[in-house]
Each structure stands twice: as structure tokens, then as C-alpha cells.
């Protein structure tokens, strides 16, 4: 992604957006204990959240995901990594839709219920994807997938006024983590990027103040 190709960094990326999924998600479990969920800064959070998950599965089901079950055609357990993958990301869409609805008037009880349901099921999902298909992926894509995954990325990533990967993502990212942690995972990316990062995209990010409540 943002013209790199290979396993190491698609794999440093994926775990990167899983565990800024699991952060985001534990601040609005926080926030909807609170019972704060509804506040303007925190719905902010909760929408970014949201299209940060869409692009995630957006760039996998088009790009890496139809790569890997190419690649394992014919056998039979290993397409059912993928479409097992498939089925958990189906069923989180309701959960999605049912935390929308509570937001916008449900009780703290029912907003709790909703962040618990779906916590659950997408912690299921990201584990699926850490231990499954990623690590099928390393196992069977040649260096000529990774190129082809990387170039799809980056089309994605650019569609529509571009940038939405870039600019919206990286930030999100490293938002919170350990420093050396951040410092790993800023190294992988191309100098430009970083700049971009540190000049522009963190700035706006930070100036979004996304969760305050």
C-alpha cells in the first residue's frame, strides 16, 4: 500500500488498522459506559470508525482477498479461510446498523448492549483475519500478487479526490501507540509519506479531536 509491495509491510499494515479498530472500539465502549456516547466529538469517532472499517474491507475483498483464493483454487479448506472471512464480515453490517440506530436514541443501556455485540463479533473477525488469510497469504502469493495487491491499493486508496488512505488512515493509526511502535511502523512507509504525515495529516487529525468528550 502507498506503493509498497510485500508481505512484511501489507502485514504491518493490516495489524496496524486491527489494533487501532480495537482502540477506537474501546473508547467507545468508555464512552457509551459514561454515558457520553452521544456526544458530538465522540459521534465524530464513531463515523471515522466506521469508514475506516469500510476501506479496510474494501481493499481486501477487491484486492487481496480474490488474490489468495486464486491462488489456493481447487482446495477446498483453504477457500473456506476466505469465505469464512466473508460470512463474519456479512454479519457485522447488522451490528453496525443496530450501534447507528442506538446512537441516535437509544438509552445508555442499549448503546452499551450494541458496542458489546459488536466488539464481540469484530474481535472474532480480526482474529480470523491475523491467523487465517494473512497468514495464507504470505504462504501463497508470489511477488508478482504483491505487486498487483499493491498497485489495486493504491487505486483504491487515490479513487474519488484521492487520498482517503493517506491522509485519513495513517494518522488513525498511529494515534495513541506506544512510541516504539509508532517509530516501526513510520519507518516502513516512504519518506514522502512520513512527511505528509508529520507536516499535514497528523496535524488535521489531531485537530479533529475525534472521541473527546
Known amino acids: 500500500m502507498l506503493g509498497l ?13 486491527h489494533a487501532a479498530f480495537r482502540r477506537d472500539l ?29 476501506l479496510h474491507h474494501e481493499l481486501q475483498e477487491g484486492a487481496l482477498w480474490p488474490r ?54 469484530l474481535e472474532v473477525h480480526l482474529r480470523h483475519e491475523e491467523a487465517g488469510v494473512l497468514a495464507l497469504a504470505r504462504r501463497v502469493l508470489g511477488p508478482a500478487d504483491w505487486a ?21 488512515t495513517v494518522p488513525w493509526m498511529v494515534d495513541g501507540i506506544a512510541p516504539l511502535e509508532r517509530s516501526r511502523f513510520l519507518t516502513a512507509l516512504p519518506r514522502e509519506v512520513r512527511e505528509l504525515n508529520r507536516l499535514r495529516w497528523e496535524p488535521r487529525y489531531r485537530r479533529r479531536r475525534l472521541w473527546s468528550v
Not at 28 to 42: D, E, N, Q, Y
Open 68 to 121: 489468495v483464493e486464486r491462488a489456493v483454487a481447487g482446495h477446498s479448506p483453504e477457500l473456506g479461510v476466505v469465505a469464512e472471512l466473508r460470512a463474519e464480515y456479512v454479519g457485522v453490517g447488522p451490528l453496525v446498523a443496530v450501534l447507528d440506530a442506538v446512537l441516535e436514541d437509544g438509552v445508555r443501556e442499549e448503546v452499551v448492549s450494541a458496542v458489546r455485540g459488536l466488539r464481540a463479533a
Open 26 to 54: 474501546e473508547r467507545l465502549a468508555a464512552a457509551a459506559a459514561a454515558g457520553r456516547a452521544h456526544a458530538p466529538l465522540v459521534r465524530a469517532g464513531w463515523e471515522n470508525l466506521k469508514e475506516q472499517l469500510r
Open 5 to 17: 509491495a510485500g508481505p512484511a509491510f501489507v502485514d504491518a499494515f493490516a495489524r496496524a488498522g
Open 148 to 168: 498487483g495487491f499493491a498497485g489495486d491499493a493504491v487505486a483504491a486508496c487515490t479513487a474519488a479526490g484521492g487520498g482517503r488512505c493517506g491522509e485519513g
